[in-house]
T-cell receptor, first 115, second 109 residues
Framework: ETGVTQTPRHLVMGMTNKKSLKCEQHLGHNAMYWYKQSAKKPLELMFV???????ENNSVPSRFSPECPNSSHLFLHLHTLQPEDSALYLC??????????????FGPGTRLTVT | GQNIDQPTEMTATEGAIVQINCTYQTSGFNGLFWYQQHAGEAPTFLSY??LDGLEEKGRFSSFLSRSKGYSYLLLKELQMKDSASYLCAVTDSNYQLIWGAGTKLIIKP
């Protein structure tokens, strides 16, 4: 039990659909992250929120839209995705952002397939 | 650019010892993490090194040499459950985590 949950675990969507991924952390952390994990590639950081404010946005296409309504919840809204967006989307949290040694705790991920 | 290199795949025998290497070139250094990720599961934290030397934690140890931009993860008394991917990640001068692509470790009986 990592203390970070994600739903859904699996998602298949068409290119014209709109869907949302949900992440919740039960650890009292101040920072939350969205990552994209593709086979045999490094984890790609997409977004970082610290104390509910977005602090990093690493050139992510606008078809991905994050939302952080409070420090425990993080959403990733998806619309008009492309087949190359198929990947494992991981949510993580850490005690703080911008400090050394702050390990990240990951959720189990959402396996997204875009058809 | 920033880069983390680790072998794509390694194979070892149950009960043996394996060393997984990681070399990095980053803009500054504020620590190095090792994570374990079983297939279909979340990465989980294994170790953190910020000073040179060896950190031991049970069957797992992690070593760091900042001058060489080098780390390794040493796994002793290998068990079948150690079959997983091992991810190396470095915190750069902006405290951003730079990730390697991971090393898939296969344990054979």
């Amino acid at each position: 039990e990592t203390g970070v949950t994600q739903t859904p675990r699996h998602l298949v969507m068409g290119m014209t659909n709109k869907k949302s991924l949900k992440c919740e952390q039960h650890l009292g952390h101040n920072a939350m992250y969205w990552y994209k994990q593709s086979a045999k590639k490094p984890l790609e950081l997409m977004f970082v929120y610290s104390l509910e404010e977005r602090v990093e946005n690493n050139s992510v296409p606008s078809r991905f839209s994050p939302e952080c309504p409070n420090s425990s919840h993080l959403f990733l809204h998806l619309h008009t995705l492309q087949p190359e967006d198929s990947a494992l989307y991981l949510c993580a949290s850490s005690q703080d952002w911008g400090t050394s040694g702050s390990e990240q705790y990951f959720g189990p991920g959402t396996r997204l397939t875009v058809t | 650019g920033q880069n983390i290199d680790q072998p794509t795949e390694m194979t070892a025998t149950e009960g043996a010892i394996v060393q997984i290497n990681c070399t990095y070139q980053t803009s500054g250094f504020n620590g190095l993490f090792w994570y374990q990720q079983h297939a279909g599961e979340a990465p989980t934290f294994l170790s953190y090194n910020v000073l040179d030397g060896l950190e031991e934690k049970g069957r797992f140890s992690s070593f760091l040499s900042r001058s060489k931009g080098y780390s390794y993860l040493l796994l002793k008394e290998l068990q079948m459950k150690d079959s997983a991917s091992y991810l190396c990640a470095v915190t750069d001068s902006n405290y951003q985590l730079i990730w390697g692509a991971g090393t898939k470790l296969i344990i054979k009986p």
